[in-house]
């Protein structure tokens, strides 16, 4: 069976950092892509970054800001958030399976159970 755990999430200050994880389990993702989407109250589930090959694909929202990585020994992926503002205030969601296509990631095979941060002012 298989899981994806996030763990990470907390209350942060604008400005502040924070790193999360997704540590999979069932199976290998060495050669699949994995990525990270949020959802804030009242917003539909929006795409943050994605891990795929040798590349990575993140909106223009985060991007300057985030940075996904991968441990693949461990099968986890990390989302490092700097910068982090108080529309960054979401659930985020491990995402593992699929592909980026034309700059948005499909197909999602596995979803975590979300991590919520929360960035105050």
């Known amino acids: 069976q298989v899981q994806l755990v996030e763990s990470g999430g907390g209350l942060v200050q604008t400005g502040g950092s924070l790193r999360l994880s997704c540590a999979a389990s069932?199976?290998?993702?060495?050669?699949?892509?994995m990525g990270w989407f949020r959802q804030a109250p009242g917003k539909e589930r929006e795409f943050v970054a994605a891990?795929?090959?040798?590349?990575?694909y993140y909106p223009n929202s985060v991007k300057g800001r985030f940075t996904i990585s991968r441990d693949n020994a461990k099968n986890t992926v990390y989302l490092q958030m700097n910068s982090l503002k108080s529309e960054d205030t979401a659930v985020y969601y491990c995402?593992?399976?699929?592909?980026?296509?034309?700059?948005?990631?499909?197909?999602?095979?596995?979803w975590g159970k979300g991590t919520l941060v929360t960035v105050s002012s």
């Open positions: 891990s795929g090959g040798s590349n990575t």
């Open positions: 069932g199976r290998p993702f060495t050669s699949s892509f």
């Open positions: 995402a593992a399976g699929g592909a980026v296509v034309g700059g948005k990631y499909y197909g999602i095979d596995y």
